[in-house]
Every structure is written in structure tokens, then in C-alpha cells.
């Protein structure tokens, strides 16, 4: 397309379709040479249109840039994009900033602006905080409407309050909104978690008299929970009550059943409404096959399992390597290898060949049962079956070999599975499978475990070509905090935030029990001074780690010194951060300054009144 003069230019809306259409397919570039062909004649969907094609591929900042070059005022269809795409990063504050933005500008937020907000906010902060801005949404005239009210209700059963879910389910029709199945299903699923099957069954009940019919979402959802609690016979009353609300129970529901029943060891029952499925108008599929399959392997009757599978081919549903694979898998996690051996062999006996996957099985089957042996043997004989390794062979022998209980009863046995399992990452990369940070993770791990802490320091060393994760420099720094070595976990922090990685809560945790055992209130502000010198900010969490480590070992003094460290370091304090340093003060026999810091607290609203009643737990 020619990007000359106006009158070259190509009609706006058929190029409006072709960008979206661009875009939806992942041709950016593309759809940014039509953009730029349209030159002057781009209109406000044209910009949007562009604008959530960035967005959708991840080009934040070039989204940005585009709507700071808008000839056009910016509206809900320009921002909404911008703070979806912010909000699936995990990135809400940057969120919050372009919301802020966007009112600032005079463009007013759509309900849906607020639903993603709410929904991000809800994974981020929990419910309670995302209430707060539900409040602002409707003080600015903005009513919420049904999927903002499921986004909330989803998140309060997503954190286990269900009862403020069914609380605030209930509130809808005075809020002006009716609840839809979409409503329902979460509080349907968490009352069945809960084991509340009698309220599970009467929202239910509530569903239809509201004219909201469940569907098979909705039954299937308690089916699936009442036969995971081992309630089959409850989950089979329910199914046939389906038809009273013109629901047809299908595949899934009838799998959900199968399963059941083969947990409780009813595989005869199984077995039998397999054959029926057919006369119920559901046809069976490889997963109900499977399903059944796992439950009579499991029984040990492979004869009857042979028979099944020469069922499924007749019944044009052949097994593959997913059936084979899926039932290996289970009977392994059961515990169950040399069934699941048996499997494998008669996996060639219907022309498959056992992949990677199926020997991972067998060999995770095997280590977790202590037959390292048998392992190693299957593991060197692999590549003569015509099996390359990959890494997930690997780093299952390797947690095999340094999980062997014998550790601790041989010194000697466990030098030589510690060299057998360090021999393993040699050969690995011999055979071109460079190990991974999980394979050092699990290494490393067991290492320290066993006490063999300068080992896992030189292990690590050695590995920084290899790029260590976050994990691996956690598993290492927690362990040599809680051993007193607060030394080397600082320097061993230093060479983390060099490579690139930030602390997370697990790492400031893991030096604030460190700190917390250290001699005087010197040493423990000199540790905290030094992880400031790395360009480190701990946050409360991290301080109130330190605070309560400091008072569980009855170490008031240094308590009230790091909470003074805190705060003139910019650092808030939160509730618990005050209940901490009010018990330091009760122990250390302050009572008095306890008392009017208490009662300065609580009339500022930072604590609760209740908290004087309360007997400090150190005083």
C-alpha cells in the first residue's frame, strides 16, 4: 500500500477491518504498515483498533507511545486495552496510574474499565480491597453490572469465604441485578469443597425458582465434587434429578461417576454403567475408557483390561499413547509399578512403542517406591530401546538418588549417592541434556539437607554459567541462615542481585530469621544496612519476619531498635507491625508507653479498640 498523497490514501474502514484482523492473528508489523498507509485519514477506531493490537502482543510501550501521538481525545475503547494488557502482567499499580490517567484526561471510566480493575485487584489484594474500589465505581455514578458482581463473588469463593459469597449472592436483587449461572457455579463448587451438600442442593433448587435453570456446568460441578469426597451414590441421586431441570447428563458427567465409582473400588459398577452408556445416548470416549481401564489395572485384572481395550478398538475408539501413558502414570502414583511395567509390555502388543514419557512414569514409579537400582538400571538402558533422555529423566533420578532415606543412616552410602547423583549431571551433559535450574535445585537441595553445605556452595559456584533461578539461590540462603552463617547468605545475596534476580518474600524471610539470631543490635542493624548497600528496599513483610523472630527469642531491645531501623528508612508499618512492637514494650516492662501507644493507635484508627482488652502475649 502507497502511503503518498491524501488522495492515495485507501478507504478507512475496510482498512479498519484488515488491522483488527491483522492484529487478532499475531501480523502486527502488517497491520503497522496499514496504519501508516492511511497516514492523516486514521480515525479514533483506526488508533484504538491499533492500540489493542499492542496491547494483545504484549508492545505495551508502543501502546502507549500511539496513544500519546492520538490526534484524537483518548476514550474507554483507547485505555481499557492498555490497562487489560497491564492488569494480565500482574503489573495493577502501572494499572491504577493509566485509570488515574484516563480521569485526569476527562474520559470517564465504562463499567468494564472497573471490571478489569476489580478482577486484577481481586487476584492481586483479595476481594476485601477490590470492594473498596466498587465503592468509587458506584459513588461516580457507574453501576456495576453482572460480570462485575461475578468477578467479586468468584474471588470470595477463590479465597474460601464462601459465606460472604452466598451473603453478597443474596444482595444482588437489591443491588438491581439478577444472578446468572455464571454467579451461581463458583458458590456452587465451593459449597461442595466445603462438604455443604444440603445448601449445595437448595441453591440449586434457588437457581430454578429464580428462572435460572442450572445447566450441565452447574450439576456436572457438583457431581465432580461429590464423587472426589468419595460420595458417589449422593453424585448418582443428583444425576438423575437432571432431567427435572431439562438438563442431559453427558460425557463429563458420566466420567465423573466412572471415576468415582473406581476409587471406592466398585470396579464390577463400573464396569457395568460403561456398557449402558451406549443405551443412555452417550456414546463412551477414550477418557471413560481410560478411566475404567486405570481402576481394573489397578484391581490387578489385566485380563479384563486386555478385554476392554479389544472393546475400544471395536468400538472405533482405539487406545493410543495417551491411554497407555494416562494409566502407566496412575499406577505408578499409586504405587503400583510392577503393574504399570506390565502395562508397558503390552503396549507393543497393540503396535505402540513406549515413549520418554512412559518410561518417566515408570522411572518416578520406581524412585519414589526406593527402587533406585531398578532405576538406574532402566535409566542406562533406555537409549538401547531407542529413547533419548531428556531432562525430566534426569532430574527424576537425580531427586531419586538424593531422596534415599539411607542418608542418614550410612555416612559412607550417602557420599557415594551424592557422587553417583553428581556423576548423573556429568553424563547428562555428555549426552547434549544440559541441566536445568530444577536439576541443580534438587541437587542442591538434598545437599544441604544432608549437611553438606560447602558441597552445595561449590555446586552453585560452578553453576553460575548455567544461570542459578530464584529458587535455587532461596533453597541455598535459607539454609545457611537457619545454620547461623548470615555471613555467607549476605554474600551469597550479593552474587543473586548481580546476576539480575530480586528477592522475593521466601529470601527477605530466610535473612529475617537469620538476623533475628544474631548477637546485639549492632550486628542485626549492620545486616540490614548491608542489604540496603545492595540497592535493596525490604518491605514490611520482611521487617515484621524480623520483628517477630527478635520477639519469639525474647529479644525485646533489638526488637524496639529494628522497628526504630524501619521507620526512618521509610518503611510503613501495618497492624501487625504495631501489635509486634506493643508486646516488645509490654515484656521489656514499658506498660505505660504500651498503654498510650495503644491508645494513640487506636484512636487513629490504625487498630482496633478490642486490641486493650487483649493480654499481650509476651507481658
Not at 148 to 167: H, P
Not at 306 to 333: G, H, K, W, Y
Not at 450 to 467: F, H, R, Y
Request: aromatic share 6%; glycine share 6%; charged share 20%.
Amino acid at each position: 500500500m502507497s502511503s503518498g498523497g491524501s488522495g492515495n490514501r485507501p478507504p478507512v474502514v475496510p482498512c479498519n477491518i484488515l488491522i483488527k484482523r491483522l492484529c487478532s492473528a499475531g501480523r502486527v508489523p502488517d497491520a503497522e504498515r496499514v496504519f501508516a498507509a492511511l497516514g492523516a485519514s486514521a480515525t479514533a477506531v483506526t488508533y484504538n483498533t491499533m492500540v489493542n493490537g499492542y496491547c494483545r502482543a504484549g508492545r505495551i510501550e508502543d501502546a502507549r507511545r500511539l496513544i500519546g501521538a492520538m490526534p484524537f481525545p483518548p476514550d474507554t475503547f483507547t485505555f481499557n486495552p492498555l490497562i487489560r494488557a497491564l492488569c494480565v502482567r500482574g503489573r495493577v499499580p502501572d494499572a491504577l496510574a493509566v485509570f488515574d490517567d484516563m480521569i485526569q484526561r476527562g474520559c470517564s471510566p465504562s463499567v468494564v474499565t472497573y471490571s478489569i480493575l476489580l478482577d486484577a485487584t481481586c487476584k492481586a489484594s483479595g476481594y476485601r480491597q477490590a470492594m473498596a474500589l466498587l465503592d468509587e465505581m458506584r459513588a461516580k455514578g457507574c453501576e456495576p453490572d453482572i460480570v462485575t458482581y461475578n468477578v467479586l463473588i468468584n474471588a470470595m469463593c477463590n479465597e474460601g469465604d464462601v459465606n460472604e459469597a452466598l451473603s453478597f449472592l443474596c444482595s444482588l436483587p437489591s443491588r438491581g441485578c439478577k444472578p446468572d449461572a455464571v454467579t451461581y457455579t463458583p458458590v456452587l463448587k465451593s459449597l461442595c469443597g466445603s462438604e455443604r451438600w444440603k445448601e449445595a442442593e437448595e441453591l440449586l433448587a434457588e437457581m430454578a425458582s429464580n428462572k435460572c435453570a442450572p445447566d450441565e456446568v452447574a450439576f456436572n460441578t457438583i457431581i465432580t465434587s461429590l464423587c472426589q469426597k468419595g460420595l458417589v451414590d449422593r453424585a448418582i441421586k443428583v444425576v438423575d434429578h437432571m432431567s427435572e431441570h431439562g438438563c442431559i447428563p453427558d460425557i463429563v458427567t458420566y466420567s465423573s461417576i466412572l471415576d468415582g465409582l473406581c476409587n471406592e473400588g466398585r470396579i464390577d459398577d463400573a464396569v457395568e454403567l460403561l456398557s449402558r452408556l451406549q443405551s443412555y445416548g452417550c456414546k463412551p470416549d477414550s477418557i471413560a475408557y481410560t478411566t475404567v481401564l486405570k481402576g481394573l489395572y489397578s484391581a490387578e485384572r489385566c485380563e479384563h483390561a486386555e478385554e476392554l481395550l479389544a472393546e475400544m478398538v471395536r468400538c472405533d475408539c482405539s487406545p493410543d499413547e495417551v491411554t497407555f501413558n494416562t494409566i502407566i502414570s496412575s499406577l505408578c502414583q499409586k504405587g503400583l509399578v510392577n503393574c504399570a511395567i506390565k502395562v508397558v509390555k503390552q503396549m507393543s502388543e497393540h503396535r505402540y512403542i513406549p515413549d520418554i514419557i512412559t518410561y518417566n512414569c515408570v522411572i518416578d514409579g520406581l524412585c519414589n517406591e526406593k527402587c533406585i537400582d531398578e532405576a538406574m538400571n532402566l535409566l542406562s538402558n533406555l537409549q538401547s530401546y531407542g529413547c533419548k533422555l531428556d531432562i525430566v529423566t534426569y532430574n527424576t533420578v537425580l531427586k531419586g538418588l538424593c531422596g534415599v532415606d539411607r542418608w542418614e543412616d550410612a555416612e559412607q552410602l550417602m557420599k557415594g549417592l551424592l557422587l553417583q547423583a553428581i556423576e548423573t549431571l556429568k553424563i547428562m551433559a555428555e549426552n547434549g541434556c544440559i541441566p536445568n535450574s530444577t536439576t541443580y535445585n534438587i541437587v542442591v537441595d538434598a545437599l544441604l539437607k544432608a549437611g553438606k553445605t560447602q558441597v552445595a556452595l561449590e555446586l552453585l559456584s560452578g553453576m553460575i554459567n548455567d544461570t542459578p533461578d530464584l529458587t535455587t539461590y532461596n533453597t541455598v540462603i535459607s539454609n545457611i541462615a537457619k545454620a547461623g552463617k548470615m555471613e555467607e547468605a549476605l554474600d551469597l545475596l550479593r552474587v543473586m542481585v548481580s546476576s539480575g534476580l530480586c528477592p522475593d518474600t521466601t529470601t527477605y524471610q530466610s535473612l529475617a530469621y537469620g538476623i533475628s539470631r544474631e548477637d546485639g543490635t549492632d550486628r542485626a542493624i549492620g545486616m540490614l544496612c548491608r542489604v540496603q548497600d545492595m540497592g535493596l528496599s525490604p518491605d514490611t513483610t520482611f521487617y515484621n519476619a524480623l520483628l517477630l523472630g527478635l520477639c519469639e527469642n525474647w529479644r525485646m531491645d533489638i526488637a524496639i531498635d529494628c522497628f526504630a531501623h524501619m521507620v526512618s528508612n521509610g518503611c510503613m508499618p501495618d497492624e501487625s507491625t504495631y501489635i509486634l512492637l506493643l508486646e516488645a514494650l509490654a515484656y521489656e516492662g514499658l506498660l505505660d508507653e504500651a498503654e498510650e501507644l495503644l491508645g494513640d493507635l487506636c484512636s487513629r484508627g490504625v487498630l482496633d479498640k478490642s486490641l486493650i482488652e487483649k493480654e499481650s502475649r509476651y507481658s
